[in-house]
């Protein structure tokens, strides 16, 4: 199985701060990378897919890259509607897997 | 539009079988390309993957759940089926379907997902 690592697991930051997460894999999955948002009893929602490419209707602060076995996904320019959890997910291989997850908490 | 919403008990005793269903709504999963998975989450927990159909009846399982994991569709009512045996409590989770578009598994719509307890 190909296993993801986010870090951090958890950082606090402020409305209008930049945030960096990070996503590693134990071997390369090429580009094959998703980055989903999670809110409290809510389900996840994908922001990012192919590594770099928006979902349509997310916003433009939210930005993924990278390839083969290390990514990040930032946030610029922080919202209060982005205080959330958030995980990213392989899809170069089975089985599917996720990473253990980043809460963004507000500082 | 996509949606989908999973549906299934919410208690379940330990040994007893799961069966959830999530019917979906906006495509069509005989369509090709298209898929159907579950994913679940223990309460304050990690995402993690269950089973994925395929619109050409392809399956594919966790390899640490694939002895009690069984996935099929209804194309006709737009419907997958999982079922899950031997329940234990290490099993009580939020579950959700969700569509992976054609081309790679990424999952680009969500249910809401069902929190099903396993207590006696």
Known sequence: ?107 | QITLKESGPTLVKPTQTLTLTCTFSGFSLSSSGMGVGWIRQPPGKALEWLALIYWDDDKRYSPSLKSRLTITKDTSKNQVVLTMTNMDPVDTATYYCAHRPPGVNYFDYWGQGTLVTVSS
């Open chain 1, 1 to 107: 199985d190909i296993q993801m690592t986010q870090s951090p697991s958890s950082v606090s930051a402020s409305v209008g701060d930049r945030v960096i997460i990070t996503c590693r894999a134990s071997q390369g999955i090429n580009r094959y990378l998703a980055w989903y948002q999670q809110k409290p009893g809510k389900a996840p929602e994908r922001l990012i897919y192919a590594a770099s490419s928006l979902q349509s209707g997310v916003p433009s602060r939210f930005s993924g890259s990278g390839s083969g076995t290390d990514f990040t996904l930032t946030i610029t320019s922080l919202q209060p509607e982005d205080f959330a959890t958030y995980y990213c997910q392989q899809a170069n291989s089975f089985p599917i897997t996720f990473g253990q997850g980043t809460r963004l908490e507000i500082k």
